[in-house]
């Protein structure tokens, strides 16, 4: 059975006429003789008595046009709804930084104002790679550390999210410990860490080797297995510096040893850890690009720093 059955058998009730009701309807007398026999055989039942001048509801035919009224009223409420419910916008990749999530949250709550009825998920799980992250349609967006030599991916789009300043952190004994500010080209006389291990921890740590390198700085690598945040405060510093977002340096990074760590400021004004959200191009829904653009002008008002 089909909705347009229905509406078909509808129709020839209020006509009681296959001529008539077959113009209204835009198709042959044949084709609907044929849709309704098959409504008449599926649920077992006759509903029209036919002689060579007119047609006539039996009783089946009676009881079942309330039935079918029924029916198309259900149908019409649940599009209703569907329309009204949209299905939620879901977000990955590298969520877990506050400068993120502040920007994150502030669209949310700015597109919910205009649209209660948008839900907006974090999945906060790894993917092996950004093109698998959204080519299985599990997420509708993926937010990736931006990389300078980050290829064109075909079929997706992208704009930026944030750029967080950077900070260089050190041991409470290190020599820069007590200084206000730093460098890159100072921070390149020390040994820096290089977290590898996941997906973001590797592109975390390009990330802040090309800044080093558009100052032509070459770095001294510290390098150490971060497969999770949980294993961070288990790397040792060992006298390095550990160049990092200044929104995740925080104690849900490094736990009780915080209080051992200074964070210094980095005076370059390109030393900044850019993000990106990332889409499929020519997919996304209506919903999905308008929250993408409220994203990009968050970002503006939350986190205005110069590329």
């Known amino acids: 059975m089909t909705i347009e059955y229905l509406r ?50 039996t009783l089946q035919g009676r009881a079942f046009c309330e039935e079918a009224s029924r029916i198309l009223e259900s149908y019409e409420a649940a599009k209703r709804r569907m329309t009204e419910t949209l299905p939620p916008i879901r977000i990955g990749g590298s969520v877990n930084d506050s400068a993120v999530m502040s920007v994150l949250t502030a669209a949310c709550r700015e597109i919910r104002a205009s649209n209660p009825a948008i839900e907006i998920t974090t999945a906060r799980m790894p993917y092996p790679s950004l093109p698998s992250a959204l080519a299985d349609n599990a997420l509708d967006l993926y937010v ?7 290829p064109p991916a075909a079929g997706l789009r992208h704009c930026v999210l944030t750029r967080v300043p950077l900070v260089a952190v050190v041991n409470a004994d290190h020599p820069l410990a007590d200084a206000p500010s730093v460098s890159i080209e100072e921070l390149g006389r020390y040994g820096i860490m290089h977290p590898t291990g996941n997906v973001d921890s590797s592109r975390g740590a390009r990330a802040v080797e090309d800044v080093f390198a558009r100052h032509g700085v070459s770095l001294r690598k510290h390098v150490f297995f971060a497969n999770d945040y949980a294993d961070f405060p288990f790397a040792s510093m060992d006298g390095s510096v550990f160049v990092m977002p200044k929104s995740i340096f925080n104690k849900q990074l490094f736990g009780s040893h915080m209080d051992e760590l200074r964070p210094i400021a980095i005076t370059d004004d390109d030393a900044l850890f850019p993000y990106r959200v990332i889409w499929r191009d020519g997919e996304a829904s209506e919903t999905i690009l308008r929250f993408v653009s409220v994203l990009a002008g968050m970002s503006d008002r939350l986190h205005p720093v110069a590329p």
């Open 8 to 57: 078909e058998y509808l129709t020839l009730v209020e006509h009681m006429s296959f001529t008539a009701a077959s113009r209204q309807l835009n198709m042959t007398q044949s084709a609907l003789s044929k849709h309704i026999a098959s409504l008449e055989r599926e649920f077992g039942a006759v509903f029209f008595s036919r002689s060579a001048q007119q047609i006539a509801l």
């Open 144 to 150: 990736a550390i931006e990389l300078d030599d980050d």
